[in-house]
């Protein structure tokens, strides 16, 4: 795969140009607001490319075929928790998915009536590097989808032919969330807690977009949403919808956050009675990070292999970076960690991986999930990055917490080499940087299938070791380049 260029045919004025019509576009949006200040003549808390990300069809084929294998890794997922709990797997998988979680989640999680249930988007988040793609985590709650919507709908308009087209986004979403019920016009609410309010702009770009195309659709807030005998409605003052009965409630909150939402108990009361439908659904076993480490786990491979199939477990097989839970309990004498070897030797204590050179140490600390150090690259430590003090002090912190966040060990990938353009607004200027990138595509599931409604991309300047949204990271679109 070759690297992706900035358009050659596109002159220095064209791109300011470009540049400055899609900053105008996003006059207003709070896109991302809570992540950085947004000053100046710049609208976005991010930089802006004059044009999209550019792939070629190779790796565009790639991204694509993954949405149905990472559909049935779900799946399996969702199965081996709830056999694990029935005991026909092995107990140790509830008991490390249901580490730290409250008795409220794990009731949900646990009812029948919810069993086959499965989050509605799936976004993995995609390193190219030089050896194929690597995914380094999976997310079921993504933000990003409604910030991609407005990118998409800037680049569009100045003729760029992207990925999921102009509405892969809207309609994606909404095949997804509301192809379930069977109301004539459904309304969609999405409800955004305080936790996760620096996406509350996006969302509220996404219900104005759904809303332009006849969907009814409304972000709110929790405290917006009223409890009757017959379900959830907007109560919402001079807003629309106010006193609609609410038909599908579309969680952008954290479970571990529940304690401090408004109104949670009403909620889930409601979803309990099957008054309204929540997706994605009260099951915290599917946005843990220590999945991955599972599925690699030897002894599940037979039943990863039987339940998702050769060719869709050989696919994740390829893509998912190896991975084990930070399990401080000591082992036999005669046990080792599978696949974990410092200088040479198998890991038998994790005390042999706090005593790890930097290079032994490309690897990365994570918090598994259910705690507000589990996204937004919080609480994540990477080894050759750091001292090799730092380094014990995260492998110590890590297992401290195996009670109520356990944490997952990670092989480090280390992206490949792009180049990007963006525009200065400070300086006036256009600019390129050699960068690393993460690409994020959001598959929309419906039923048995998988539809790929577009592609956000991140890119960092190389000494950046963690690819996420940042002040002067761009992110833009992706286009694919025949």
């Not at 989808?145 to 087209?165: C, E, I, K, P, S």
């Amino acid at each position: 795969m070759s690297n992706c260029q900035t358009d050659t045919g596109t002159s220095t004025e064209q791109a300011r140009i470009r540049a400055r019509a899609i900053n105008e576009g996003l006059a207003g949006t709070k896109l991302h607001q809570g992540m950085v200040e947004v000053t100046g003549e710049q609208n976005t808390p991010f930089r802006i490319s004059p044009e999209p990300f550019w792939i070629d069809r190779t790796l565009y084929d790639e991204i694509e075929a993954l949405g149905p294998h990472l559909l049935k890794f779900y799946q399996a997922a969702n199965r081996l928790y709830l056999q694990s709990v029935r005991g026909s797997q092995p107990d140790w998988v509830r008991d490390y998915l249901e580490r730290g979680k409250s008795e409220t989640v794990i009731d949900y999680q646990r009812m029948n009536r919810f069993r086959t249930h499965l989050p509605a988007i799936i976004r993995p988040d995609i390193i190219p590097t030089d050896d194929g793609l690597i995914i380094s985590e999976l997310d079921s709650v993504p933000g990003g989808f409604g910030l991609l919507t407005a990118l998409t709908d800037q680049y569009a308009r100045l003729g760029f032919d992207l990925v999921g087209g102009p509405d892969g986004i809207p309609d994606g979403f909404w095949g997804a969330v509301a192809a379930p019920i069977e109301a004539e016009s459904p309304l969609v609410a999405i409800v955004v807690s305080d936790e996760s309010d620096s996406y509350r702009g996006e969302m509220e770009w996404l219900d104005a977009r759904l809303g332009a195309s006849g969907r009814r659709a409304v972000a709110l807030h929790p405290r917006e949403v009223a409890f009757r005998e017959s379900g959830l409605y907007v109560d919402r003052e001079g807003g629309p919808f106010c006193g609609d009965r609410i038909d599908v409630l579309y969680r952008f909150f954290e479970l571990f956050d529940l304690k401090n939402i408004p109104k949670i108990d009403l909620i889930l009361y409601a979803v309990r009675k099957e008054l309204v439908r929540a997706t994605p659904p009260i099951k915290s076993h599917l946005e843990e990070k220590l999945l991955l480490a599972l599925f690699c786990h030897g002894a599940l491979k037979e039943f990863w292999l039987q339940q998702m199939g050769k060719a869709s477990y050989e696919a994740c097989l390829r893509v998912f970076p190896q991975s084990w839970v930070m399990d401080p309990r000591p082992l036999p004498p005669h046990a080792v960690i599978p696949g974990l070897e410092i200088a040479g030797k198998p890991v038998s204590d994790w005390a042999q991986v706090k005593q790890a050179t930097q290079r032994e140490r490309e690897l990365v600390l994570k918090p598994s999930g259910f705690s507000p150090l589990a996204w937004g690259s919080r609480g994540v430590v990477i080894g050759h990055d750091v001292s090799a003090e730092e380094w014990a002090e995260g492998v110590d912190a890590a297992l401290s917490l195996f009670e109520r966040t356990p944490y997952v060990l990670q092989r480090f990938h280390k992206g490949r080499q792009f180049s990007v353009s963006y525009y200065d607004f400070d300086r006036g200027e256009l600019k390129s940087m050699q960068a690393r990138v993460r690409l994020c595509p959001y598959f929309f599931v419906s039923g048995e299938t998988t539809r790929l409604g577009g592609i956000l991309a991140t890119a960092v300047s190389l000494e950046k070791k963690v690819i996420h949204g940042m002040s002067d990271a761009v992110m833009a679109p992706v286009a694919v380049r025949d």
